[in-house]
């Protein structure tokens, strides 16, 4: 084989790839059978350009070997080109709810050299290479047929195909007990500064769903840390409300948690908001708690969980990656919602912009007291119930807010102080998720 062949061969294949990367973006052309029909006919038109352009005894004398070589090269090579025929030039990726690794800079604005472009680099081609998502649903299906009982995706997610349920393990679970003290110290302050405006605290921290259904064998959770030290806080000062024997009896009849989310079902909420409520009856007697033959019941198989209660599959199947088709083999349980009877005469105002979400009821019929429901998204199922209790009911997300960054969303008395001393509230609850509790320092901050 000459020089000149060697050459020829070279720039008619990177001319192809160039030609294919175009009539992929021209066509608009990324799923992935469309592309190997592309490559299949990249490689015949290769070859028979070579016949074209080169000397006939060149082409003659080539091995059958040699031939066999040409094809798995040409191959793999346009195999390598696929990754890169369509990057995907997103901020945000609504799937795994995260942003995508933005592109590196060689050089900093002050010229100096990125001695991290080769790691940043590669970062950002992981998260935007073509077919991406394609091959993590892939890896997906093949680890979930594969093993038999229990599917261990990453160190914090697990797939239990005995009961059909998705699992994680949060950082909440390695938090020492002097770091909880401290936390909980800056609650008690809190507490203390709300009292001094007249205004009732109640703290409602949701445990973990896997404290209730997950085995033991599998990423045992550790709950003895944050138990220990709610049990040191005087409940005659501080009134906080874990409801996790609760929970767990609540679980042995109904779903608690659904089996694709790490939110709690509305029967879930539902029994700890009854037992919330039996510590506000206690210091505003003439509220009376609601009871399920105050609602109409109704069975569902989907997620009924957030802000928007849009998300029928469930966040945690989007944490894992899971392709629906998947996911869906998950949702074989029956959830029970609730609707109150009265729920015509309930009004509603939703605020959902930079550094606001928030909703505000109204209630005619109800205590004539205001509430400010504030803390993470396990407070969205307690609008199912507060709101038909008093006349005045506000919720203030601090999680998932626009333009707040997630190292500031428990900066409650920096972002959120107008929201709730201008409404002058009778009872705030802060309801947060029992991982939250290593950030009650921040309230202050």
């Not at 990453?154 to 938090?175: G, P």
């Amino acid at each position: 084989m000459n020089k000149n062949f060697s050459i020829t061969s070279a720039i008619l294949f990177v001319f192809l790839c160039l030609i294919s990367k175009l009539l992929c973006d021209t066509a608009n052309i990324h799923s992935f059978h469309k592309i190997l029909v592309i490559a299949a006919i990249t490689i015949v038109v290769y070859f028979s350009a070579l016949k074209i352009l080169c000397k006939p005894d060149t082409v003659k004398n080539i091995k059958p070997q040699s031939k066999i070589d040409f094809i798995f090269v040409s191959i793999f090579f346009i195999l390598l080109f696929i990754p890169m025929s369509h990057i995907n030039k997103n901020i945000y990726t609504d799937n795994e709810e995260r942003n995508l690794a933005p592109y590196p800079k060689l050089f900093s604005e002050n010229l100096q050299i990125n001695n991290n472009f080769g790691k940043d680099f590669d970062e950002w081609f992981d998260d935007r290479f073509n077919l991406r998502m394609k091959l993590i649903y892939f890896n997906r299906f093949v680890q979930f047929y594969v093993n038999k009982h229990y599917v261990k995706y990453a160190k914090d997610q697990v797939a239990d195909k005995y009961r059909n349920i998705l699992f994680t393990k949060w950082e909440m679970n390695e938090v020492e007990q002097e770091e909880l003290i401290k936390n909980f110290n800056a609650l008690k302050k809190f507490n203390k500064y709300c009292n001094n405006k007249h205004i009732k605290l109640y703290t409602l921290i949701v445990p973990e769903k896997e404290g209730i259904y997950r085995p033991d064998t599998i990423l045992k959770p550790d709950n003895t840390n944050l138990e220990y030290v709610i049990n040191l806080c005087p409940k005659k000062y501080i009134k906080i409300l874990y409801p996790l024997n609760e929970l767990r009896a609540g679980a042995k009849n109904n779903y608690m948690y659904y089996k694709t989310d790490h939110h709690w079902t509305e029967d879930g909420a539902f029994i700890a908001y009854k037992a919330l409520m039996k510590d506000i009856k206690s210091d505003f007697p003439d509220v009376n708690p609601l009871d399920y033959n105050d609602f109409d019941i109704t069975d569902t198989k989907y997620v009924n969980a957030d802000w928007e209660n849009t998300d029928k599959i469930g966040f945690t199947c989007k944490y894992f990656s899971l392709p629906n088709s998947l996911c869906k083999r998950f949702l074989d349980a029956n959830y029970r919602h609730f609707t109150y009877h009265n729920a015509n005469a309930l009004t509603q105002e939703v605020i959902d912009e930079p550094y606001i979400k928030q909703k505000d009821f109204y209630y005619p019929d109800g205590a004539d007291y205001r509430v400010v429901i504030i803390g993470t998204s396990m407070g969205e199922q307690l609008t199912k119930f507060i709101p038909y209790n008093f006349k005045h009911t506000r919720r203030i997300r601090i999680n998932n807010v626009l333009n707040v960054k997630k190292d500031d969303e428990f900066r409650i008395l920096a972002n959120n102080k107008e929201q709730i001393f201008d409404y002058h509230p009778d009872i705030i609850i802060l309801c947060i998720a029992h991982y939250n509790a290593e950030h009650l320092t921040d309230i202050f901050r």
